[in-house]
């Protein structure tokens, strides 16, 4: 089962920042947060990921609580574009496995 | 570079009937994992093989199989096809390393009728 929740649909106003919430309250010291997304019809496609330090790359920002029991992913600039189903994911890294549990996401709507 | 490519894109079979989808990893990739997502159950990971070897398995009856072949790409077969097989079937691959990042195809929408 899924370690996460995330509530099932957010909208955002186009150009505005899109901060979307993840609950973790189980997630163990040696788990990661990661983020995909999934624009209609396509496959998952990898946003960012983190242990306990906020981190930003070039498509969002994550923020991680101090307890880790909860994050925010933060698209600064929203488009149309990043209208899609949002899946917060906690993942053991491990050498041998790439599993990930998606849980069932988030439903973001961007409108202009 | 290329990206993960599947095959065939979009497939209509009948129930009873077999079904096997093929998955070509980005190069240099070794771990490949397949996954089904419905509308019911969203998005369930299949297996996931590394260096031709199945690494991790899911909850999925024995009809669903999969292999991986010594160039990493790779295939799942499906035996005796269900009406509840009907989902999108997608593939990621990785360089297998711990915490490495996936990289979804575009999916096999597979129709049972």
New interface residues.
């Given amino acids: 089962d899924a370690k996460t929740t995330q509530p099932p649909s957010m909208d955002c106003a186009e150009g505005r920042a899109a901060n979307l919430p993840c609950n973790h309250s189980t997630i163990s010291g040696n788990e990661y947060v990661y983020w995909y997304r999934q624009i209609h019809s396509q496959g998952p496609q990898y946003i960012i990921h983190g242990l306990k330090n906020n981190e930003t790359n070039e498509m969002a920002s994550l923020i991680i609580t101090e307890d880790r029991k909860s994050s925010t992913l933060i698209l600064p600039h929203a488009t149309l574009r990043d209208t899609a189903v949002y899946y917060c994911i906690v993942r053991l890294l491990s050498y041998n496995t790439d599993k990930l549990i998606f849980g069932t996401g988030t439903r973001l709507q961007v409108f202009p | 570079k290329a990206g993960?490519t599947q095959t065939p894109r979009y497939l209509i079979k009948t129930r009873g009937q077999q079904v096997t989808l093929s998955c070509s990893p980005i190069s240099g990739h070794r771990?490949v994992?397949w996954?089904q997502q419905t509308p019911g159950q969203?998005?369930?990971?299949l297996f996931?093989y590394?260096s031709e070897t199945q690494?991790?398995k899911?909850n999925f009856p024995g009809r669903f199989s999969g292999r991986q072949f010594s160039n990493s790409r790779s295939e799942m077969n499906v035996s005796t096809l269900e009406l509840g097989d009907s989902a999108?079937y997608?593939c990621?691959s990785?360089l297998?390393?711990?915490?490495?990042?996936?990289?979804?195809?575009?999916?096999t929408r597979l129709t049972v009728t």
Avoid: I, K, T
């Fill in positions: 993960v771990s994992s996954y969203g998005l369930q990971f996931e590394f690494r991790n899911g999108l997608l990621a990785s297998g390393l711990a915490g490495a990042e996936q990289y979804f195809g575009p999916g």
